[in-house]
């Protein structure tokens, strides 16, 4: 008798929360209102609830869902295996015929593990997770600088994020209640409205709670109503939402970083330094600035620019003999790139005349 009346109590506050879940100007009740039911840790039965989506890393497929048994755009796809967890080929983010020894690390396995399996020629990261978190996960290749033998290498390094997250816990407090329904509206109605500041995928994720890949006010808040109800979200349900998005890494300075060509009057020297854009997977713009100088070094003042001299390679002439020519290279930066300084490249010889 006593869990009955506390049963006919509870009617008429999740009665009053799925009419405002709908959107029909009923306030939802204060977090409390509602019993918590705690979203649990994943166990040995952990569902990795589909879609897994990704922010902003340009290589890698924004959905793990097809359409029309295509990929939803032309990227790497995100395999979410039967065995519940997450398989990624690597071989096109780092291919194989300069870069080696790919390695890949979580930091912190008990939320989530990594590995860079390498199997028939080919690396692929494995995602295994394990409880609700965020996670950084950091991938290592080792760059060949020269095609000689015994060349030295490079670390390159490109960092992702991974968000793990209980379904219906849209705050992350372990408990799926009131409190989640509350922001879940407002968030879904600032959404729909284009009230929100930025949109963010991991945050759009979290929201879709009927999995359809679009979040929506009246069909997500329904979803999200139906399912405390009826027990399917919370300790009794193990689905997991999970994210991928974009860590901003420095790019990388590749190819020889040594002026090349010939150093008498007349000749062409040149640059073929390239500064690799590690996350998206393309090189870099660079601009360019030829200055000449009695010092084979950087001393402040020593430098004194060439007019017009802004190409990558440049034609010595009378004024530069007896001189170091030096060249600045400047990347040129796009929205949320991490600043890269200039650098210079120093010529090994002087300028000078035929003998």
């Known amino acids: 008798m006593k869990g009955k009346n506390k049963r006919n109590t509870l009617k008429p506050i999740m009665k009053k929360s799925m009419l405002a879940a709908l959107g029909l100007g009923i306030a939802l009740p204060v977090a409390g209102s509602l019993p918590q039911v705690q979203a649990g840790a994943i166990g040995p039965t952990l569902e990795i609830s589909r879609p897994v989506l990704n922010e902003g890393i340009s290589w890698l497929s924004v959905s793990s869902e097809q359409s029309n048994g295509l990929p939803i755009m032309p990227s790497v796809p995100i395999v979410v295996e039967q065995s519940n967890l997450i ?40 995602v295994v997770p394990f409880a609700s978190g965020k996670v950084n996960i950091e991938i290592t290749a080792q760059y060949n600088t020269s095609q000689e033998p015994n060349s030295e290498s490079e670390t390159i390094t490109d960092n992702i994020e991974l968000y793990i997250s209980k379904k219906g816990d849209f705050n992350n407090d372990g408990y799926v209640d009131s409190a989640d329904a509350v922001e879940l509206f407002s968030y879904l109605r600032n959404l729909q409205y284009g009230r929100s500041a930025s949109v963010s995928y991991v945050e759009m994720n979290k929201a879709d709670i009927d999995r359809n890949g679009v979040p929506d006010k009246t069909n997500d808040m329904s979803a999200f109503m139906q399912g405390y109800i009826g027990g399917t979200l919370g300790a009794k349900d193990n689905s997991y939402v999970l994210t991928f998005k974009q860590k901003q890494d420095k790019g990388y300075i590749r190819n020889d970083d040594t002026l090349k060509g010939g150093m008498g009057l007349g000749s062409i020297i040149y640059s073929d330094v390239e500064l690799w854009d590690v996350d998206h997977g393309y090189n870099q713009h660079l601009s360019y600035q030829w200055y000449t100088s009695d010092l084979n070094d950087l001393s402040e003042g020593s430098l004194v620019a060439i007019p017009e001299a802004t190409q990558s390679s440049y034609t010595i002439s009378n004024a530069d003999l007896g001189k170091y020519l030096i060249l600045k290279v400047t990347p040129i930066l796009y929205q949320d790139d991490i600043p890269v300084d200039p650098f210079y490249i120093v010529s090994k010889t002087k300028a000078s005349a035929p003998s």
């Open 87 to 126: 398989t990624i080929d690597l071989s096109s983010h780092f291919p194989s015929d300069n870069l080696t020894l790919i390695s890949a690390k979580s930091s912190n396995d008990e939320i989530a593990s990594v590995n860079a399996s390498y199997e028939n020629s080919r690396y692929k990261l494995v």
